[in-house]
């Protein structure tokens, strides 16, 4: 399967060292595939590149493939945003694409500004990661808080049957989660 990644590290006519190194990066320590599975990677990745498929296309297929889970969806939207702006900025048609694939996926609009804001240093941090707006009550912080984690605790995402790698990344989404949490109880005094 062909996946929208390669489209978009073409979005600005050209695949950048940048955008490799940190394709690779990815390839090694969050999805810490082998060397033979790396290179698997790379060919499918390289086919893509060359395809005449638009990024639209391959974003949709991808999302018939894992329809059904949401999780894998919403980490690649991350790995795409983590490519997209490994050269220190965001280019207009990245962001075309990203915001496409996010529509695409079926994901609320509010996932990719959380991911901006997480990639970019903007927006309001810890409200963002829990997919909340600061004017939430401590009530609604603590709802949205268990719901997140329910989802992407490490035992649910394993339950469901996913690739290692994938459960490896949505560790990572959990660790974040609960330091967000942490973050507004301490800034608000929560018990």
């Known amino acids: 399967m062909r996946i929208p990644l390669a489209k978009l590290t073409k979005a600005d006519g050209r695949v950048s060292e940048v955008e490799i190194r940190a394709i690779e990066e990815i390839m ?4 810490r595939l082998n060397a033979d599975s790396r290179k698997i990677a790379i060919q499918i990745f390289r086919t893509a590149v ?6 639209d296309s391959l974003a949709a297929q991808f999302a018939d493939a894992f329809r059904n889970q ?8 991350d790995i795409l945003m983590r490519v997209a702006v490994s050269d220190g900025k965001l280019a207009s048609e ?26 970019m240093k903007t927006g309001k941090g810890a409200y963002d ?19 997140l984690v329910r989802e ?8 469901k049957g996913l690739p290692e790698e994938f459960t490896e990344l949505a560790e990572e989404k959990f660790r ?6 942490e973050t507004i109880k301490k800034s608000r005094g929560m018990s």
């Open 28 to 31: 090694e320590k969050d999805l």
């Open 50 to 55: 060359q395809s005449p498929e638009s990024f």
């Open 70 to 77: 949401r999780q894998i969806l919403e980490l690649m939207v």
């Open 94 to 119: 990245e962001e075309r694409m990203i915001r496409s694939a996010v529509q695409i996926f079926r994901l609320p609009a509010s996932f990719y500004e959380q991911l901006r804001s997480r990639y």
């Open 129 to 147: 990661v829990l997919d909340l707006d600061p004017s939430a009550t401590d009530d609604e912080v603590k709802k949205q808080y268990r719901r």
């Open 152 to 159: 992407y605790h490490p035992d649910a995402i394993a339950s």
């Open 176 to 181: 974040a989660i609960h330091e967000a949490y």
